[in-house]
């Protein structure tokens, strides 16, 4: 296990991903040439790339090849760039800044955009095809399989349907916890568990990344929910205040910003006690759900 | 080989394609409900399945069950719902009618249609990594990843690209043959090579199939472009002319009718000749280059 301290490791990291994305992405010469440095804007050079830390984090546990777990990590960000990109769409959030640059349809157009989300995912898939990622192509499978499930209508674009269909309406607790355990939750967890599968892990030990996935699933949302209602466009690097301007359900405008907090808390002791029978090994995955706490603590 | 005539032989793959569609499409009872009935309605009862049943021909050619190619038929069939659900959007062709319905975005709206889209693309690469396709898993890593490139900004997205570049331009005849062989193209390719994948061939019937792919993709883009000039609305199933409303570059408007259909006919002469050394393995595919052709003649 790498001895570096926690924002080293994250430099470090993310450093790494982003020259696997530049490398999985084609050249902006490339034809068609418009549509390849669209796909470049939309995903390299920012964001906090939490999903491909996590999957590194997770690799460590189960003794995974970095170089492995790298295509499993990029394979997960292609997925969430592409659902950004499809979600500032004018006919979903028609967000116009996203990681404080135009989003893409601003700086390119909305065919040029939707075709840059289809062809990401598009991407994401080969990626995860090409690399061996196991010695057992069985697993492999199963990880291909893991991203398409947490990607589809059961994960993440269900979970954006339940969002679209939330505006302006009353939800429980619970139905807002359902929603976002597909919209964000589904692929958080799938980064988790795609890292993990790079190596080997005891069941027991991945069913506790499980939990700790779903915890921190859950926990990210709700932390992005107090930074969209309390930090301003500048620090958030993307509209802020949008939830409300919207009329969205969020964790705030249900509990209300300290009872949320409070939430965020108990949430992210859960995730560090699923963590506890893994021991040392689970180290920067426990960094990792600190740091997205104090994102805004 | 199947010994039933050609007609019956497309009913029977067409009612099989179905059935394995219909059992992959979530439920319209499962929730989100409204995406999974919107999935359903993009994809279940229409089209002429057209790749489905270059995979299963292609299957025959390389003796594989067709238990195992009506899957990759499927995911191929799923990419190509999904590209016309996207391609109909307001953002690029602001079509309203699909195999003679309401387009997607038409019957439900336009968030729900991008979900749709992105939905059936995870589904599809679900599919493809779940079923058990060939007897080496290298060959199946293999074919995810031909999907995965068939789909993306180098095959059909990149050719939607170059397609939504073109409309008002002057094309050559060879811009735009490179135009359809990502657009319409990689993806025909794609369904030949993955139902030949789930059997056996020496490497001269894979090149000679991926040779009739090639050809079948264009023949199948030219016929297109000569029913949209000719054809009406009501026996085309989709908006009739609209290439011509549009501006767009077609082998009609650059060849005219005539020289289309000459084409046309020199296109099916190159398929067919290139399924010479495969012999009578290959009947189905030669009789679906009639047909195709004969879709119009």
Redesign the interface.
């Known amino acids: 296990m790498s001895q570096v301290d926690f924002p080293n490791w994250m430099v470090e990291i993310q450093a790494r991903v982003e020259k696997t994305l530049s490398r999985c992405l084609?050249g902006a010469d490339?034809?068609?040439a418009?549509?390849?440095a669209a796909?470049r804007y939309s995903v390299l050079g920012g964001g906090k790339r939490v999903r491909p830390l996590l999957a590194f984090a997770a690799g460590e546990v189960a003794s995974a090849d970095p170089a492995r777990v790298e295509h499993a990590a990029c394979a997960v960000e292609l997925i969430h760039a592409?659902?950004l990109v499809?979600d500032d769409?004018p006919?979903?959030d028609d967000d116009s800044v996203r990681r404080g640059k135009p989003t893409t349809h601003m700086e390119y157009?909305?065919?040029?955009a939707?075709?840059v989300?289809?062809?990401l995912?598009?991407?994401a898939?080969?990626v995860?095809?090409?690399a061996r990622l196991t010695d057992e192509?069985?697993a492999?499978?199963?990880m291909?399989?893991l991203?398409?499930?947490a990607?589809?209508?059961?994960?993440m674009?269900?979970g954006?349907?339940?969002d679209?269909?939330a505006v302006g309406q009353q939800l429980t607790i619970e139905e807002l916890e359902h929603m976002h355990i597909h919209k964000t939750g589904a692929l958080i967890r799938a980064a988790v568990l795609l890292g993990a599968s790079c190596g080997r892990l005891p069941p027991a030990e991945r069913e506790a990344l499980d939990r700790f996935g779903k915890c921190t699933g859950l926990l990210f949302q709700i932390v992005d929910d107090i930074l969209d209602a309390e930090a301003d466009t500048a620090t958030l690097g993307k509209t802020a205040g949008k939830d409300a301007t919207q009329n969205k359900p969020t964790y705030v405008s249900i509990l209300g910003v300290t009872r949320a907090r409070e939430m965020a808390n108990e949430l992210r002791a859960q995730a560090l006690a699923a963590l506890d029978p893994i021991g040392s090994r689970a180290r920067r995955l426990a960094e990792l759900s600190h740091y997205i706490v104090a994102r805004q603590f």
């Open positions: 084609p490339i034809a068609p418009r549509l390849h796909m592409y659902s499809h769409l006919c979903m157009d909305e065919a040029t939707l075709l989300g289809d062809s995912q598009s991407l898939f080969a995860l095809a090409e192509p069985a492999q499978f199963e291909l399989a991203l398409a499930r990607s589809g209508s059961r994960g674009a269900g954006q349907a339940i679209f269909a």
